[in-house]
């Protein structure tokens, strides 16, 4: 029997219990292609192929070695089809797009950047001398003085916050 006959014979004689189990064993290692580290999915996925393959042969129609291969060669074939649309949508950064993340880090850089202008009122942790790190409205961060030596526990005030650098002085 030719390997065209098999095929045929592999596709005509599919239940709804086998296709189920193979879409559906596909679209969880498809899913563990693209939240990986969960490994649930792709052992699910597998079992799934698996018990898709075994469910197809037990028909007992057509020569069930070459309905295996075949199955899983598909299967193989459409994971890397997958697998190759992760990498493209990866390399134009689509994928690992958080917006969530995005959104919290911008807010947590608005409110340092409100917390660290000019006029926030801190407490020195090291002794600025003419550098140190001050605990300014929760934030801890490198500040730098013009020279002036703050001591350790001494309030603080933020003067300047440009390129990154916080100059800061004694509060009064």
Known sequence: MSFFNELE?????????VVLALVLGYIFLVVELYKTGVKI???????????????RIRSGDGNPFAQIFTLLFIEAVAVFVAFMILIM???????YHEPGVEREDKQIEEEH????????????????????????????ADVVTDGFYIKRGEGIRVVKHENGVIGVERAE
């Open 9 to 17: 014979i592999l596709f005509t004689g599919m239940t709804l219990p």
């Open 113 to 140: 950047g409100r917390i660290l202008q000019q006029g926030g009122i801190g407490v020195a942790l090291t002794d600025i001398m003419p550098s140190g790190k001050a605990n300014i409205g929760g934030i801890v």
């Open 41 to 55: 999915f792709g052992v699910v996925g597998c079992v799934l192929v698996l018990l898709g393959a075994f469910l």
């Open 89 to 95: 949508t990866v390399k134009k950064g689509w994928l």
